[in-house]
């Protein structure tokens, strides 16, 4: 029998995880001749590796265990180098964590996604004693990689107690209390509410989001909507769930 929780995790990975992390790199993968950068690549990758593995293992758990756990076992059948014991550590501390805290990768490696061709990635130049990181090619893995994560958990529906494991990870995750970030989000939601800075989703149209810098200001002065340079792409509201989101309908 399968477990009610099942639908629950299916509905989070398509509308959350999907929607706002997977889509995001496959959005700006489309545009990757005009956006040649590396870190947004590795530092969404990175987050999507972070959440799968606190899936599977807990969202208390030691970041960097759960993390270099699915880099492991998940990214390691795209590319058994993954399966390395080393390059999981360094992928977390020195990619993860150093373009997260101090901006850029720590010492001994380098990225671009278009300096040097994709069969380059994870190999070591001797020139400078670095490791290359092909941007887009550590994206196009963790895509791969999260696919075969999700086909097994599709794959073992039936069995309820991992099922079940999952959901409550994903569930204490959804409902974890911060007594100060409470606070402070009660605070902020007066001080916003008092200089009426304040709109209904529902009375507002949406606009398309854009990677275009050109807007169209409105005679007003109040309103800035960005244009597109075409109709590929579409708004997705990126948000915490509630878990009575989750529910089916």
Known sequence: MISPNFEKIQKYLEKYFDQMIVED????KKEKHNFRFSYPYILLSCTGIDFLGGLEHGFNNNSSVRFQWFVREWMGKINPLYKEESLAYLIYDTWRSGI??????????????????????????????????????????F?????????????????????????????????GTNTKRDIYFEELRSLLRLKNLVFSASS?????????????????????????????????????????DLDPK
């Open 143 to 175: 895509i791969e990689a999260q696919q075969l994560y999700i086909e097994n958990i599709n794959d073992k529906a039936l069995d309820a107690q991992y099922i079940d494991s999952l959901w409550t990870n994903l569930s204490n995750m959804i409902n």
């Open 25 to 28: 790199l496959r959005l700006i």
């Open 100 to 141: 997260s805290h101090q901006a850029g990768l720590k010492k001994g490696f380098e990225s671009s996604s278009h300096m040097y061709s994709k069969d380059k990635h994870l190999h070591y130049i001797v020139d400078n004693n670095r490791i290359y990181i092909h941007a887009l090619q550590f994206a196009d893995d």
């Open 204 to 244: 507002t149209t949406q606009t398309s989001s854009s990677t275009s810098t050109s807007s169209n200001t409105s005679p007003s002065g109040k309103d800035t909507i960005t244009s597109l340079p075409n109709d590929d792409y579409f708004s997705t509201v990126s948000a915490a769930p509630d878990e009575s």
